[in-house]
C-alpha cells in the first residue's frame, strides 16, 4: 500500500560536492542548463533565465524534441545563500490562474559534501486545477520519452 | 501514463486534502473498521464523521459494508493508487534531473572547477 499519508514529495540526495557548489548548480543560468535537461548534452535546454532575489522569476524552456517545449517558470520567495532556496513551480500549459505548487531545496554541509534535500508541496490542495494536472502530465509525457 | 480519469482524480485529491480524512484512511490502512471505531480518535459528533465518510466514499477510497447491525468500512486502495501514481511522474521528473546534477558536479570535480 502506498503511503499517501502527507501532501508532500520528498526526495534527499548527497554530492560530493560543497554546499555553495551545489547552490550555485541551482542559481547560475550557465550551470543550471547543463544539468536541467533530460538528457544533458543531447537535448537542450533552451533557454534559462534566473532572477535570483526573493521575489524575482526565473523561467526555464526545454526543448523536448519533435518541436515541443516544455517551460517551467515560478517565483522566488526564499533564498539563503548556500543554504536554501524557496521556490513556486508553474508547468507547461498550466492556466494562468492555476495555484503553482511550492518547491524548497536545503543545502547541509556533511563530511562527504552537501546533503539536499528536495520538497514539493501543493499537489494535493482543493484548488489544484485539473488543467494544472493535465498539463504536468503532459509535461512529464513528454519528458518520459527522452529518458 | 495515468490511466484515472481526471474527474476521479479530482475527488480522490479534495478528500485527501482534509487532516482528519487523512488520518482515518491512516486507520483504515491498519485493518477494516466499524463506523463508531472509526470515529473514536476524534473530538467530534457523529454527523461530523459521517460527512467526512461521504467524502471518502464520493471518492471511492472507503466502502461501506453491512454486518449484520454494524457497517464496517474498508479501505478501497484503487483511486489512491492513481493518485499516487499522479505524484510519482514528478518525483521521476525530479530524480532525473538530480542524476544529472550528480553527473554535472563530478565532472566538475574532476576538472577542478570546485574550488571554492
Excluded at chain 2, 485527501?16 to 467530534?44: F, I, N, Q
Aim: one cysteine or more.
Amino acid at each position: 500500500m502506498p503511503v499517501v499519508s502527507d501532501q508532500k514529495l520528498v526526495i534527499e540526495r548527497v554530492y560530493q560536492a560543497p554546499p555553495r557548489v551545489v547552490f550555485d548548480a541551482w542559481m547560475k543560468p550557465e550551470l543550471r542548463k547543463q544539468w536541467f535537461t533530460p538528457k544533458p548534452g543531447l537535448v537542450s535546454c533552451t533557454e534559462c533565465v534566473i532572477d535570483a532575489r526573493v521575489g524575482g522569476e526565473y523561467e526555464i524552456t526545454l526543448d523536448v524534441g519533435e518541436g515541443k517545449q516544455a517551460v517551467l517558470r515560478g517565483k522566488f520567495l526564499d533564498i539563503e545563500e548556500g543554504k536554501k532556496i524557496v521556490f513556486t513551480s508553474k508547468a507547461c500549459v498550466e492556466p494562468a490562474d492555476a495555484e503553482p505548487s511550492t518547491c524548497t531545496v536545503e543545502f547541509k554541509q556533511i563530511a562527504e559534501g552537501t546533503h539536499m534535500t528536495f520538497t514539493q508541496v501543493g499537489f494535493y490542495s482543493e484548488e489544484t486545477k485539473r488543467d494544472q494536472r493535465e498539463g504536468w502530465n503532459g509535461c512529464f509525457d513528454e519528458l518520459k520519452k527522452l529518458y | 501514463m495515468v490511466s484515472a480519469s481526471a474527474e476521479q482524480l479530482d475527488r480522490t485529491f479534495a478528500a485527501l486534502a482534509d487532516p482528519t480524512r487523512r488520518s482515518m484512511l491512516g486507520r483504515l490502512m491498519e485493518g477494516d473498521c466499524s463506523v463508531s471505531e472509526l470515529a473514536e480518535p476524534y473530538e467530534m459528533s457523529m454527523p461530523a464523521v459521517s460527512k467526512h465518510l461521504r467524502v471518502l466514499e464520493r471518492a471511492g477510497l472507503v466502502e461501506q459494508q453491512r454486518e449484520g447491525r454494524v457497517r464496517r468500512c474498508v479501505l478501497q486502495a484503487e483511486p489512491l493508487r492513481s493518485a499516487t501514481e499522479w505524484m510519482e511522474a514528478y518525483r521521476v521528473f525530479w530524480e532525473g534531473q538530480f542524476d544529472n546534477l550528480e553527473q554535472l558536479l563530478k565532472k566538475q570535480k574532476e576538472e577542478g572547477m570546485q574550488s571554492e
